[in-house]
């Protein structure tokens, strides 16, 4: 540029600029001319599959029946998430399965964190997985295979009612199988309550809420303890506490979240994070995410525990006290709050009629039996349940956990099942929060709720 | 004369064939940029104008996404947040990374010790570097309230007071990436021409004015790369501040990278939105990076 301006005289030299200028901005020009059109074809073409367009869904149910000899070599691909002991008895029932059928059961585990996101991706490849454990089908309604066509229409009367809510879709099909059920509730440090001299809970007859929290904090005050009581930081744990009082966030596709009640229930929790009774730093200090205090409850800083009956595992192997299940506590109801896992088969899997006959047989009462006793869950099965399951190991916490299962509101399956329950659940776990750190009172959290609420009921009925 | 005229197309001929070569050797790394970088990255472009909750089906939004985005109230706490973090961290980047550079520079024995010691924070995963930083920062049991206990300072709350949190993230960053800058600006002040001092000094200039007048002007194109590099680190910060804090207290250190996870990984899955949040800080970063560049630029020419 230099050497041009040198051999030109000042007039011819402020020429040059000017058409260099010039002709910099028609090149800018072009370039972002370039940049909006390809933008413009870019966005007239869609990513994947527009919503509407082919994928016309199922065809008509008609129940087909098949040779069991037909599957005699083929592969099952099976991506599953444990709890930690009941992989065990999976493989072993696999096990059994492939003697029976002469088949190749792959058993891909993955983290839970990872799953959705996985099978999301292989789903995209072209890489479909045949079945999947899950613990909702939120994200998977579309792609699940109904059950019925190769299972026939009175297979799902063998569940119980409750948990069948979160694996029915539209018009009854049967997308998945609940193949454990949990409930949450709570735990007590029994060293502690003995040491304080403080009466333990009647499973046969739950306590209240007041008595709960006024017997934790009395235990505290006598044994030093930390805290008086902790728990899950979670959406699903609080809807326990909403739920005993009479109101839920979500069910059956609507917000129904009672602002009162939902005030009248965690205005306990607030006032006990207030005061430090519950740890406040732990449910501020990790932000949007779940996290578990049965740390909390190990290291015997607080002497109940609200959580769910997966613990029971956890703490017979690694507590080193005496602990105990006790009844969940009551207040407009009593019981606790479901949750549990399905098993589902993706309606693109290879070998579909080998998926639905996998489900069966890791259903059946047997071996339903051999894979909840493993884990630490509760039945599915209705003839499980009238019959009773035996547990060798925590026979009496499993009981408690078992008479809460028939105090339990029903609304609750239809709320845990409900597409906008994850998302409303963390907008709760986040008004509690703020309300803890003091940025809003309780009733405005949640009012921002009720209508975070609506807004994700709205979104997902699109 | 027919020697002539064929030589000029055989010329055209070598020079294309030499034109070529460097393309061929950039081909492989252009061909893998271009397919797991560029197209990923023009298909966001285009999946933020959609909503998808599976990646599969896609239905048309138009500016649909980015409306709901600058509509949000929470998105705005998120972009506050996101530029205190990143003007912060580029300024204290800078700050410290010269310091140490100069300071470094200057040893004369054990100076790759000390290089060494600085960059090992950059070696090690950011999720380990929150959580053992999470657990450092506890307010009761914490290595860092035990430490200050010692000199009889009180439980101070690192994790759960928003002004306090948001100081811990950004220290935490910068222990994190400062290694990394003034490993640049090392490499920057030691191709100053030794000559230049010496000069400085016949002339009386002392230790002070040679940096100021001297060290600090030379170092300046080193010190537009680190400004570059972390404003691009801090508008991008997520993970180590989602093992230190999550995002809390009460969404206090929750800046855009994370916003756009949990709009894309978190249930209900917004595939669209998320793209759309990506597109925004996209457009922030290289707006910034622009500017930089052309402020730096200014310099250099004045």
Request: net charge negative; hydrophobic share 45%; charged share 20%.
């Amino acid at each position: 540029m230099f050497v041009t301006l040198r051999t030109l005289s000042p007039r011819q030299g402020a020429i040059t600029i000017k058409e260099d200028e010039v002709a910099k901005k028609s090149r800018i020009t072009a370039r972002l001319m370039l940049a909006v059109t390809a933008v413009t074809l870019l966005g007239a073409c869609a990513p994947g599959q527009v919503e509407g367009e082919g994928g016309a869904g199922q065809e008509p149910l008609a129940v087909e029946s098949v040779d069991p000899a037909e599957f005699k070599g083929k592969t099952l691909n099976y991506v599953y998430f444990t709890d930690g002991p009941d992989q065990q008895a999976t493989r072993s029932l696999i096990g059994d399965f492939e003697k029976k059928f002469d088949v190749t059961v792959n058993l891909e585990v993955l983290p839970y964190k990872d799953l959705v996101t996985s099978v999301q991706a292989r789903l995209s490849g072209g890489n479909v997985p045949d079945v999947v454990r899950l613990t909702g089908l939120t994200d998977f309604k579309a792609d699940l295979l109904d059950l019925r066509r190769y299972l026939g229409e009175k297979y799902a009367e063998e569940f119980l009612p409750g948990p069948l809510v979160g694996a029915t879709g539209e018009n009854d099909q049967l997308l998945a199988v609940p193949s454990d059920l949990t409930l949450n509730g709570p735990f007590v440090n029994v060293d502690m309550f003995k040491k304080a001299g403080v009466e333990l809970p009647n499973p046969e007859d739950p306590w209240t809420w007041e008595e709960m929290i006024a017997a934790a904090t009395k235990v505290q005050q006598a044994t030093g303890s930390q805290y008086a009581f902790a728990m899950d930081k979670s959406g699903h744990r609080l809807s326990t506490v909403l739920n005993q009082y009479g109101t839920t966030l979500v069910a059956d596709g609507k917000a129904v979240l009672d602002a009162d009640k939902a005030t009248k229930a965690l205005t306990p929790l607030v006032e006990m994070m207030g005061d430090n009774r519950m740890p406040r730093d732990f449910w501020l200090g990790s932000g949007s995410r779940y996290t578990g205090a049965n740390e909390i409850f190990l290291a015997q800083d607080a002497p109940v525990y609200l959580s769910g009956n997966w613990q029971v595992g956890q703490f017979a192997a690694n507590a080193k006290f005496e602990w105990a299940a006790a009844p969940n506590p009551c207040a407009e109801n009593c019981g606790g709050f479901p949750g549990g896992k399905y098993m589902a088969a993706l309606a693109e899997g290879k070998n579909p009629a080998l998926a639905a006959e996998f489900i069966r047989f890791m259903n059946t009462a047997e071996n339903q039996k051999t894979f909840i006793v493993a884990g630490g869950f509760l039945p599915t099965r209705k003839d499980l349940a009238e019959e009773g399951v035996a547990y060798p190991a925590r026979q009496p916490d499993m009981d408690v956990f078992l008479k809460d299962l028939s105090r339990t509101p029903e609304v609750g399956y239809s709320a845990n099942a409900d597409p906008a329950f994850a998302g409303s659940g963390t907008e709760l776990v986040n008004a509690v929060s703020e309300v803890v750190a003091g940025k809003t009172d309780l009733p405005s959290a949640l009012k921002k709720v009720q209508e975070k609420s609506q807004a994700l009921v709205d979104e997902l009925d699109r | 004369m027919t020697a002539v005229q064929t030589a000029p197309p055989r010329k055209r001929k070598s020079s294309l064939k030499m034109g070529l070569v460097p393309y061929l050797f950039l081909l492989p790394n252009m061909a893998i940029f271009g397919l797991f970088t560029i197209w990923p990255a023009i298909n966001g472009f285009n999946i933020s104008m959609y909503s998808s909750s599976n990646g599969r089906t896609f239905r048309w939004e138009g500016a649909g996404n980015y409306q709901s985005i600058l509509t949000d109230a929470d998105f705005w706490g998120i972009v506050r947040n996101t530029a205190i973090y990143a003007f912060a961290f580029v300024l204290l980047s800078v700050v410290i990374g010269v310091i140490l550079a100069v300071l470094v520079d200057q040893q004369r024995r054990g100076r790759t010790f000390f290089r060494s010691v600085f960059f090992i924070p950059v070696l090690i995963s950011p999720v380990v570097v929150g959580l053992v930083w999470n657990w450092m920062l506890e307010r009761q049991g914490g290595l860092v309230n035990t430490f200050l206990g010692w000199f009889g300072i009180p439980e101070i709350p690192w994790l759960v007071d928003n002004n306090l949190a948001t100081i811990a993230v950004i220290a935490v960053g910068v222990w994190m990436q400062v290694g990394f800058y003034m490993l640049i600006l090392l490499a920057g002040l030691q191709s100053i021409d030794p000559s230049v001092y010496e000069a400085a000094r016949v002339d009386g200039a002392n230790r002070w004015r040679q940096f100021i007048s001297l060290t600090f002007p030379l170092l300046q194109p080193s010190i537009l790369v680190v400004v570059v590099l972390a404003t691009i680190h801090g508008f991008q910060a997520f993970d180590y501040i989602y093992t230190l804090t999550g995002g809390g207290p009460v969404g206090a250190t929750t800046l855009i990278v994370q916003y756009i996870y949990e709009n894309g990984f978190v249930s209900p899955i917004r595939y669209g939105m998320a793209s759309a949040g990506s597109v925004l800080l996209f457009c922030a970063i290289f707006a910034l990076t622009i500017i930089n560049w052309m402020v730096g630029r200014k310099r250099e020419a004045a």
